[in-house]
């Protein structure tokens, strides 16, 4: 079916009509995970490591009333660079794209308009989840509902210590989502490569990944795969120092009354700012570590 709101970029339509690999990128890290001009060249170099690798990269977001699927330079910059660039989750979607706002896409929205375009490889920094508190704030992303039904595996450096790591991982688990964590025993926690927490599954090669999509989908097992990639070795900040930081950001959001949709943004700003940085070298390494495995993982499962 024909989807009016679609605008798919001439170069990844080729590519999907060919049957290439094709990932998709989201914007949310863009416009609201990274300081400007870091997220713009972090966004094209992402996009450089996709082709390096083999396939076509696909950043998603909403502009003009279109649900974009691979963005020019213009369009990157805009994103990048605009004052009121909206976080888009999936229950904001109809009213930006009806008020021809510009929005930027979180995982569970770029997620949605992937799989509208059959694009089934989606590489991210970290996703949204389980709140710490959410047992008195309900705040549970709807990046989690979203990868229970919508077929686009997920590839991340595992989940930040701003979320409840255990609660996020039960609720995986409740959702039917496989968690598959690359070369390593324990799931990753995105600035570092431990959490505390084992994987419940481990698998060591893009080949062996791509083969379990393909048999969960032949299965009618609709939904998501999370496959969490820890971040290089000699880029990670130690679990235990990280974690100091990040109580004392969650307090700050507490003490300010940060909620909602403003949380994340807001506490990944914070992190970066405490850090003088680090955290944000930390992120932009692993995000390319990931475009690197998405991409293989693309190659793999169009083959
Ligand atoms: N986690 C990160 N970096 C990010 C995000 C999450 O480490 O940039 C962004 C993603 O776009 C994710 C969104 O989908 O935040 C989750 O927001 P929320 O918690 O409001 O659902
Ligand atoms: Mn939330």
Redesign the pocket.
């Known amino acids: 079916m024909k989807n009016n709101y679609l605008q798919i970029h001439p170069e990844v339509a080729t590519a999907l009509a060919e049957g290439k690999p094709v990932v998709a990128l989201?914007?949310?890290?863009i416009s609201?995970?990274?300081p400007y001009p870091d997220n713009i060249r972090t966004a094209r170099e992402v996009e450089d490591i996709v082709r390096n690798n083999g396939a076509i990269p696909a950043t998603i977001a909403i502009i003009n009333g279109k649900l974009c699927v691979g963005l020019d330079a213009n369009q990157l910059e805009l994103l990048g660079n605009s004052k009121d660039v909206w976080?888009v989750?999936l229950r904001d979607m109809p009213f930006v794209l009806s008020n021809r706002l510009i929005g930027?896409?979180?995982?569970?929205?770029?997620m949605r308009i992937a799989s509208l375009a059959g694009i089934h490889v989606f590489v991210?920094?970290?996703?949204?989840?389980v709140?710490r508190g959410a047992e008195v704030t309900m705040?549970i992303?709807?990046?989690l509902t979203e990868m229970s039904h919508t077929n686009v595996a997920v590839i991340?450096?595992g989940?930040?210590s701003?979320?409840d790591i255990g609660l996020t991982l039960e609720y995986l688990e409740t959702a039917g989502i496989p968690v598959v964590t690359y070369g390593q025993d324990e799931f990753p926690a995105?600035y570092s490569r431990k959490s505390g927490f084992m994987s419940p599954m481990r698998l060591n090669d893009s080949h062996a990944i791509a083969e379990m999509l393909k048999v969960k989908w032949a299965l009618g097992l609709n939904g998501s795969v999370m496959i969490a990639n820890p971040i290089p070795e000699g880029e990670e900040v130690p679990y235990e120092k990280m974690d100091v930081f990040i109580q004392q950001c969650l307090k700050e959001a507490t003490s300010l009354n940060i909620s909602?949709?403003?949380?994340?943004?807001f506490l990944?700003k914070r992190i970066a700012e405490i850090t003088g940085g680090e955290s944000l070298k930390s992120?932009i390494a692993l995000v390319k570590n990931n475009a690197v495995l998405g991409a293989k993982i693309a190659c793999d499962f169009s083959n």
Request: net charge neutral; hydrophobic share 35%.
């Open positions: 989201e914007s949310t890290i609201h995970g990274m976080k989750s930027a896409t979180t995982v569970a929205a770029t991210t920094g970290g996703i949204g989840g709140h705040d992303s709807a990046d991340s450096a989940v930040k701003i979320l995105f909602g949709k403003n949380t994340t943004p990944l992120n």
